[in-house]
C-alpha cells in the first residue's frame, strides 16, 4: 500500500541513525543540499534514487549519498478533515 499524501498532512517519522537500515521502496523524508524531500526511496549506487507516487507528474531523481544529511522513514500520517 502506498501512502496517500496531500498537502498539509503532518507525517510520523522515525529518524535513521545507521543508514545500513533504509528501507528501500519505502516512503521516507530526507533533509539534503537542495532541501527537505519526502520520496520513495531506492539505491542507485552512490546514490539514493528517489520516486514519486505520482511518476507521470513528477519524473525521478537521485541524489548523492553523501548530500543526505539525515533521514527518517515515515511511520504514519495525521490528515485533518
Not at 519526502?38 to 520516486?51: D, G, H, T, Y
Request: proline residues 4%.
Amino acid at each position: 500500500m502506498e501512502p496517500d499524501l496531500h498537502s498539509g498532512d503532518e507525517l510520523a517519522c522515525l529518524f535513521i541513525r545507521n543508514k545500513s537500515f533504509l528501507q528501500w521502496g519505502k516512503t521516507h523524508v530526507m533533509d539534503t543540499a537542495q532541501g527537505v524531500v519526502v520520496k520513495r526511496i531506492f539505491e542507485a549506487n552512490n546514490n539514493i534514487l528517489c520516486r514519486s507516487v505520482n511518476r507521470d507528474a513528477y519524473p525521478d531523481f537521485s541524489i548523492p549519498k553523501e548530500e543526505v544529511y539525515h533521514i527518517a522513514l515515515v511511520v504514519g500520517l495525521v490528515r485533518r478533515l
